[in-house]
């Protein structure tokens, strides 16, 4: 079993900025898992942020956030980041950290564990 645990999230003012952590554990070798950052608003569906791939040389991002959002990740620490400038309202959601065995993905069904998410609101 692999436990993911999101922390970073919060209340920012519009043009700010966050960075949000996802720590994994448990029975893990971190380098095997592709990991994705998906998010969700209030009535809306799941969708994928960025995705990494497990060598870092391979990264994805939802055209809402490109330029604006990076994903990167520290084997050393188990953890992948989530770098969110430039926030917009419409960014407000809660964000949850994924990951799966093997080649990348950002397709939700493709993932095998998530975390259980940080919530970020955007608002002056």
């Known amino acids: 079993q692999v436990q993911l645990v999101e922390s970073g999230g919060g209340l920012v003012q519009p043009g700010g900025s966050l960075r949000l952590s996802c720590a994994a554990s448990?029975?893990?070798?971190?380098?095997?898992?592709?990991m994705d950052w998906f998010r969700q608003a209030p009535g809306k569906e799941r969708e994928c942020v960025a995705a990494?791939?497990?060598?870092?040389?391979?990264?994805a991002y939802a055209d809402s956030v490109k330029g604006r959002f990076t994903i990167s990740r520290d084997t050393a620490k188990n953890t992948v980041y989530l770098q969110m400038n430039s926030l917009k309202p419409e960014d407000t959601a809660v964000y949850y950290c994924?990951?799966?065995?093997?080649?990348?993905?950002?397709?939700?069904?493709?993932?095998?564990?998530w975390g259980k998410g940080t919530l970020v609101t955007v608002s002056s």
């Open positions: 990494i791939s497990r060598s870092s040389l391979t990264t």
């Open positions: 448990g029975r893990t070798l971190f380098s095997m898992y592709s």
């Open positions: 994924a990951g799966r065995v093997g080649t990348w993905s950002t397709s939700k069904d493709d993932m095998v564990y």
